[in-house]
C-alpha cells in the first residue's frame, strides 16, 4: 500500500539540540497528524493539523500543515530524554466521515549520552 | 472503554492455521482501521469500517485476509492459512465521526507464525 516519503529515516542528536523531520506526499491531504510510537506501544498522537499553512504547538513540538496541501514539517526543541522513539506522519482525506489514514516510513529519533 | 484494546496481545501460531485478532474501540466511535506493521517498518493500511460497513478494503493483502464488526462495536481481523511472512504487529484504532475525532491506536497484537 501508499506509504508517504518521511526524512529523516533516523536521527542520533544530543539532549538539548532541536529536531526537524518532514513528510511529503504525491496527493493532497485535508488532514495531517503526527504520531510519536514507543516500542511495544501503539502510536500515540502528537499534533492534528486541519488547514493548508496553519502552524500548530503543542509544548516544545510544532508542526506545520504545507502549503500545497501535500507535504507536513514537525519540530522539536530543546529534546529530552523521553523524545527518543519513531515519529510518524500520517495524511488523511476526510470527505464524508474519518476515512483511512496513510502513514509515512517514520523517523527513528536517537539520543546519544 | 477508556481506550482502544486488542487482544491477545501475542499470539504464536503455526504456519498454516488460522488466528482470529480481536479489537475493542472506544465506546461510541463509528469508524475503525486495521493497520499492519512489520518489524521496524511503518504502518500498511487493512481495512476500514464505517459503522458495521467496510467502504475501504483495498489493503487486504490476499483473500486469506477478511474482517467484520459487529454492533458499531468489536471487530475481528481473520487470518486464514497463516504464512511465515503474516508476522508483525496488527494496529487497530478508532475515531468519531461525529464528534470528528482523531484516531486513537490499541498497543496491538504481536503475531508470529512459526
Known amino acids: 500500500g501508499q506509504q508517504l516519503n518521511q526524512s529523516p529515516q533516523s536521527m542520533f542528536i544530543q539532549e538539548g539540540e532541536d529536531v526537524s523531520m518532514n513528510c511529503t506526499s504525491s496527493?493532497?491531504?485535508?488532514?495531517w497528524l503526527w504520531y510519536k510510537q514507543d516500542p511495544g506501544e501503539g502510536p500515540v498522537l502528537l499534533i492534528a493539523?486541519?488547514?493548508?499553512?496553519e502552524l500548530t504547538s503543542n509544548g516544545r513540538l510544532t508542526a506545520q500543515f504545507g502549503i500545497t496541501r501535500k507535504d507536513s514539517f514537525l519540530n522539536i526543541s530543546a529534546s529530552i530524554p523521553s523524545d527518543v522513539g519513531i515519529y510518524f506522519c500520517?495524511?488523511?482525506?476526510?470527505?464524508?466521515?474519518?476515512?483511512?489514514?496513510?502513514f509515512g516510513t517514520g523517523t527513528r529519533l536517537t539520543i546519544i549520552p | 472503554g477508556a481506550g482502544v484494546s486488542q487482544s491477545p496481545s501475542n499470539k504464536v501460531t503455526e504456519k498454516g492455521k488460522d488466528v482470529e485478532l480481536r479489537c475493542d474501540p472506544i465506546?461510541?466511535?463509528?469508524?475503525l482501521y486495521w493497520y499492519r506493521q512489520r518489524l521496524g517498518q511503518g504502518l500498511e493500511f487493512l481495512i476500514y469500517?464505517?459503522?458495521?460497513?467496510?467502504?475501504?478494503k483495498s489493503g487486504l493483502p490476499s483473500d486469506r485476509f477478511s474482517a467484520e464488526r459487529t454492533g458499531e462495536s468489536v471487530s475481528t481481523l481473520t487470518i486464514q492459512r497463516t504464512q511465515q511472512e503474516d508476522s508483525a504487529v496488527y494496529l487497530c484504532?478508532?475515531?468519531?465521526?461525529?464528534?470528528?475525532?482523531?484516531?486513537?491506536f490499541g498497543q496491538g497484537t504481536r503475531l508470529t507464525v512459526v
Open positions: 484504532a478508532s475515531s468519531s465521526w461525529v464528534e470528528n475525532t482523531e484516531a486513537f
Open positions: 496527493s493532497i491531504f485535508n488532514t
Open positions: 493539523l486541519y488547514k493548508a499553512g
Open positions: 500520517a495524511g488523511q482525506l476526510r470527505l464524508f466521515g474519518n476515512e483511512k489514514l496513510t
Open positions: 465506546s461510541g466511535h463509528t469508524a
Open positions: 469500517f464505517q459503522g458495521n460497513s467496510a467502504p475501504d
